[in-house]
């Protein structure tokens, strides 16, 4: 422990990072600005030849130059595991989706299987997948005790969540606390240690199944008051009120109230899969999340109960015209994921009832996924486009949206944003 100790303060332990995506490939950035030596293990061939040639689109890591740090021998690139047995930290960063709606780790398996033979005593894998409590210790503890490793004593094992915010400015991984755990009183020392070298504010937690709990439960608290604010939308649209109005008045008070708002559904990695992981555990449990389950469904069905309305006034409508114009298509605004993104829902129901339209998002210039019948491509905000594709309907609303423009060319918008400002031609859904 004390060699490891060393090299973690003095930034001289070599860091394995599995799984170069959205919480990888920020880890490896703060790791190479803090000088470790950084050992980047993936999959995807396509991956590593982007990050080679500086063609990463994730925002938090666009403008990093990787090839620098490859070319200076800082950071290496593998695509299987032999090397795992040089590095002194392994860092899992692997995806943990759903499958027919119940926590799919089979990437977290996949890793400790193929990685077993390489590691060593006195390393320190710590795993940052969000998953629920008892992952580390089946998945990870359990499977690595060997003759020559006692997990705890000469090899060490750590659960510390990311909390990534794709495209948000103010926060970067420095500045977002970390909460840390470790299997023995040793582990989350070291874990702890690990972190302070590149994060400002590092928190520990109790244990690991607390730190494991924590990550599905923040995420929950989001899937559950987004829900809240679109059934109170609902009820608003009925009696006429804006809800956005509503929430500018809660706003004001100084305790109990924090703001989430309405929208078309929710999407990206981590809102819409995280709930499913405690709705899963509770049944596991004998027990039901009806909050859960019943956040999870408002969400859900939020793109199809904007596709409803849509459907409504284009039936109601005698305009010969009845083409749409979809503006944004990412599940939040200013970045390139479509992640989970309600548009792919949408669309899906656009094509079942052949309803006529285009879609604009400058950060996705190509629609593509299996839910959908073919490719599209992201067209012009032109006031050629804007007067054929005179419905619009706003899903995310996008810094460079320019308002007046859009509002002086259309002949009607469906604003699922609060975008707009508010006329007769601005309906909120
Ligand atoms: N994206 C976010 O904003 C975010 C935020 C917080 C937490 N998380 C969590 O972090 C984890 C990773 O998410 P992500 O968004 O970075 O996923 P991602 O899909 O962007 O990246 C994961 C990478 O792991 C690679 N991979 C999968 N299996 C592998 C294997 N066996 N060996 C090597 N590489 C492998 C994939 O090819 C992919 O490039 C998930 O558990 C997610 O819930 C994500």
Redesign the pocket.
């Known amino acids: 422990m004390n060699t490891l100790t060393t090299k973690i303060k003095n930034n001289t332990a070599t860091v394995a990072v ?8 920020p880890l490896c950035k703060a790791l190479l600005n803090k000088k470790f030596k950084v050992f980047g ?4 061939l396509s ?1 590593i030849k982007e990050i080679k040639l500086n063609k990463i689109k ?1 925002a938090a890591v666009k403008r990093f130059n990787f090839k620098k740090k490859i070319d200076s021998k800082n950071l290496f690139l593998f ?1 299987t ?1 032999k090397k795992i047995e040089e590095t002194d930290i392994i860092v899992i ?5 759903l499958k027919n709606n119940n926590p799919d780790l089979s ?2 398996k ?2 400790i299987q ?1 990685i077993l033979k390489y590691i060593r005593p006195n390393q320190l894998i710590i795993l ?4 629920y409590p008892g992952t580390t210790k089946s998945l990870i503890v359990d499977k690595i005790k060997g003759n020559k490793i006692i997990v705890g004593k000469n090899f060490f094992v750590g659960y510390s ?6 495209g948000n400015k103010y926060f970067s991984l420095k500045k977002i606390n970390k909460v840390v755990s470790g299997y023995s009183n040793q582990c989350a020392y070291l874990t702890d240690l690990f972190y302070k070298q590149f994060i400002d504010n590092v928190y520990k937690a109790k244990n690991i199944e607390t730190a494991e709990f924590s ?1 599905l439960y923040e ?1 929950t608290y989001r899937n559950v008051n987004i829900a809240l604010a679109n059934e109170a939308k609902i009820l608003a649209d009925k009696i006429d009120l804006n809800i956005f109005d509503i929430i500018k008045c809660c706003k004001t008070k100084p305790f109990g109230f924090q703001a989430f708002y309405p929208g078309p559904g929710v999407g ?3 809102i819409p ?2 709930p499913m992981y405690l709705s899963w555990l509770a049944k596991k449990n004998n027990f039901t999340t009806d909050i859960i389950n019943l956040a999870v469904k408002i969400n859900n069905d939020m793109p199809q109960r904007i596709f409803l309305h849509i459907k409504k006034y284009l039936n109601k409508t005698k305009i010969e015209n009845k083409k749409i114009f979809i503006l944004g298509a990412a599940y939040k605004k200013n970045i390139n ?1 479509l ?1 989970e993104s309600p548009i792919i829902k949408i669309i899906n129901l656009f094509e079942k009832k052949k309803i006529n339209f285009i879609y604009n998002d400058e950060y996705i210039p190509i629609l593509k996924s299996k839910n959908l019948n073919k490719s599209y491509f992201s067209q012009k905000i032109s006031k050629k486009n804007l007067r054929e594709y005179n419905t619009i309907l706003m899903l995310t609303d996008h810094n460079y949206y320019n308002k007046n423009f859009i509002q002086k060319n259309c002949n009607i918008i469906f604003d699922t944003r609060n975008f707009f400002k508010i006329n007769e031609n601005v309906k909120t859904v």
Request: glycine content about 8%; overall charge negative.
């Open positions: 599995i799984g170069l995506g959205y919480v990888g490939l293990f993936e999959k995807n991956r994730i695509n595991f960063c692997v995806p943990t989706p990437d977290i996949n890793v193929n940052e997948s969000s998953t969540p990311e909390r990534e915010d794709p990550k995420n990206g990695h981590c899969i995280d994921d992640r």
